[in-house]
């Protein structure tokens, strides 16, 4: 029995790697060709064959007569690059003038549990806090502004994108900042560092030349993916972008989700759009780092040096943006809790008159079906993920081979493709099929992108795993099964745990694959608050994105604790 269960394994370890391609690449690529054939004039939706339809340069017509396109573009490679420029900037200079400080470790602190906060409950607490009747006008008023009412300010969904921008800094700095902090170990920083400052320069300036270059090679592809995302959200322009006109990503959805199905092939087109329009940002990014090294490399051939007063300016900067940052983020998951429990609370009073549960006990028997079906479904995508996972890292440990480039860029592809390009092409797929509901398509789309996050929080911690221990038990005569089981994976708790948290907090926050793959019949936490993010009734949105916060946190507390619960008499278990 023992035997068999083995060669199972082994089986399983082999089959992993192909699998685990066939998972990232399969829908994606399904998703895809679903967009190509209707922006030709195949695969209408409204058609009666599987390929009704003929070809047709109408979609393509269609879609450029669109009213405020080139609005539209510009506004969502502005938010893009910008988003994307200063939450790097902004990471890097945190790093770079605080790293090994004790107000470093404490921004850390404040900023690590920001990642799993899904980027709609994250929007939706930045519109209470920084709306013109938001928490930020009610603390200041009447005595500072003399407001005794709120004012006819446009904050919100302005023109330019700025609030969309803002958003997406303040919840993409903890991501690519993780990104950094992770790629410095493979780098001499430290050492680099101190030459810098031996010859006279500052500590940020002295980091941005001799650390940056090296730390950004590692981390090029995580920028990329959240350009992508800048560029083509759904979830945050939904809640904090412009809609005079909206972004491209909106405006495909839109379509998408018109009831006239003939409105989905023009829309098609927009979706392959929005894919060239990543991949010139993307182009532009990478001559920015051309030119950016040019002239790194030029002002070190020129000695320049930054002066001690314009670099304790930067390092002050980089700290106040941070921590302006996780306080914007935390004070608006605050208001979630307070506007939940608001009886009367008119402007300009800080605080509500009374506190009830009024609202809970309305909404109580649906956010609780909908925890349910939410948990359910990242429980399940999570697992999936982790096995995925565990099987293709061992696979690699025991090849000895370790993934390539060409590999880690199938990692990302889910990641940097946008979603808006290739989801709509799966629903129409999934609806000639005669698949427009169920969990399943849903699940499959949520593996997709939770995959990425669960390898790459794993991966660091197998691979450092002490191979000695390995040694040691097959002299004993344990085989690679065994000692995997029985070694391993009990010493890799806590790390198990925790990249099963962050795939559990990914799938929570995903919108718009449980939108597109479930044709809307899915009631998630994310789809209900954000669903609700276009009324007016804050008591009802605080309640469903405070839920919607604590079920993506649940995960993370049960990841740390457990670990210290179960090894409490075994320090040397622990691992990672």
Known sequence: MA????????????????????????????????????????????????LSGALSAQPLTLALDTPGLLQSSWLSVKTGMVSTFGALAVAMLLVAGWHGTRW?????????????????????????????SGWLARLASPTLTGWDRPPDILVLQDPGGWALILGLVAKELPFLLLMLLAALPQVSSAASLRVCQALGYGRVLGWMVAVAPQVYAQIRLPVYAVLAYGMSNVDVALVLGPNTPPTLAMRILQGMSDPDLNQRAPAAVLALYQLALVAMALGLWRLGESMAGHLTRRSVWRGWRLPSLPDRILRISGLSVAAVAALSIFTGLITHAVWSVAGRWRFP?????????????????????????????????????????????????????????AGLLILYLPLILPQITFLPGLQILLLKGGVSSGGAPVLIAHVVFVLPYVFLTLAGPFRAWDARYATLGATL???????????????????????????????????????????????????????????????????????????????????????SLLHRNRKGMSHG
Do not use: N
Not at 104 to 132: M, N, W
Not at 383 to 399: G, K, N, P, Y
Not at 503 to 515: C, D, E, K, R
Not at 531 to 546: F, P
């Open 104 to 132: 470093f470790r404490v921004t850390e602190q404040a900023l690590s549990p920001l990642l799993s906060v899904p980027h709609a409950a994250a929007a939706l607490g930045l519109v209470f806090l920084i709306a013109p």
């Open 477 to 563: 005569g344990a085989s690679a099964d065994r000692t995997l089981w029985r070694l391993r994976l009990p010493m890799l708790l806590r790390p198990l745990l925790t990249a099963l948290a962050v795939g559990m907090a990914v799938s929570v926050g995903q919108y718009l694959p449980t939108l597109l793959a479930s044709g809307g019949r899915l009631a998630t936490l994310t789809t209900e608050a954000l669903a609700l993010a276009s009324g007016g009734d804050r008591r009802a949105i605080g309640a469903w994105a405070l839920a919607l916060t604590l079920v993506a946190w649940g995960p993370f507390m049960l990841a740390l604790a457990l670990p």
């Open 3 to 50: 035997t068999d269960q083995r060669s199972f394994l082994g089986a399983m370890v082999a089959l992993a790697p192909k699998l685990t391609l066939a998972v990232l690449i399969g829908p994606v690529l399904a998703g895809l060709f679903g967009t190509v054939l209707p922006a030709i004039g195949f695969l209408q939706p409204g058609g009666s064959g599987v």
């Open 349 to 405: 009073d800080a605080l509500p008159e009374q506190l009830k549960l009024r609202t809970w006990m309305r909404h109580g028997a649906d956010i609780t079906d909908a925890v349910g079906l939410t948990l359910s479904l990242a429980l399940t995508a999570a697992l999936i993920s982790l096995m995925l996972t565990v099987l293709c890292l061992e696979a690699e440990h025991r090849s000895q081979r370790k993934m390539g480039k």
